[in-house]
């Protein structure tokens, strides 16, 4: 199954509500990074996270290790926030050597006038 | 000015035909790893350096070698590409490994026909 999974697959949000992204880990992870691929196809980093909290704008993300899972809140979405948002667990446990990162299948996120 | 620049940034390959990737990063990062996009998933590892004049597999190294000449730039070499080998190769470079920020370059299309 799958290490890094991602809900939901596809979201439709309109201009000015809010909502959030969801990433369960099924193996331990000490960091997790956040990125958007932009209708053009770039990756964009958003966070990277050790246990905690970051904020970024109209951008917050979470990051619970002991219960394995991020989450990444958008408040007041923006059509350029369109996009396919993942996230990627990264630690020395997923490898057995360094810590390099999982990604999981990414949310599809429409954000429409 | 883009950090981590890749090319070619489209190519046609035909299969057996041998297809090198070229990546060249300015970050200053020691880090520098290939990854493969296929439509609709995420990304998975296939290739990553932490020094120059070394590469390390990662997750789906088959069919794939790598080169490192120097610490800004990285290859990947498809020594006989195959059709399975069509989709979108990322490069990205990060300081002391996947526990710190990946930063991408805009991808490589490659289709094998």
């Known amino acids: 199954g799958d290490k890094v999974k991602q809900s939901p697959s596809a979201l439709s949000l309109q201009e000015g509500t809010n909502s959030a992204l969801r990433c369960n880990f099924s193996?331990?992870?000490?960091?997790v990074q956040w990125f958007l691929q932009n209708p053009r196809g770039s990756l964009i980093n958003l966070f990277y996270?050790?246990?905690g909290t970051k904020e970024n704008g109209r951008l917050k993300s979470t990051f619970n290790s002991k219960e394995s899972y991020s989450t990444l809140h958008i408040r007041d979405a923006q059509l350029e926030d369109s996009g396919t948002y993942f996230c990627a667990a990264g630690g020395g446990m997923l490898s057995g050597s360094f810590n390099k990162l999982t990604f999981g299948a990414g949310t599809r996120l429409a954000v429409c006038p | 000015e883009a950090a981590v620049t890749q090319s070619p940034r489209s190519k046609v390959a035909v299969t057996g035909g041998k297809v090198t990737l070229s990546c060249h990063q300015t970050?200053?990062?020691?880090?520098m790893y290939w990854y493969r996009q296929d439509t609709g998933h995420g990304l998975r590892l296939i290739h990553y350096s932490y020094v120059a004049d070394s590469t390390e597999k990662g997750d789906i190294p088959d069919g794939y070698k790598a080169s490192r000449p120097s610490q800004e730039n990285f290859s990947l070499i498809l020594e006989l590409a195959s059709l399975s080998q069509t989709a979108v190769y990322f490069c990205?470079?990060?300081?002391?490994?996947?526990?710190?920020?990946?930063?991408f370059g805009e991808g490589s299309r490659l289709i094998v026909v």
């Open positions: 193996i331990a992870a000490t960091t």
């Open positions: 990205a470079s990060s300081d002391e490994g996947a526990g710190n920020t990946l930063y």
């Open positions: 996270l050790v246990p």
């Open positions: 970050n200053n990062h020691d880090y």
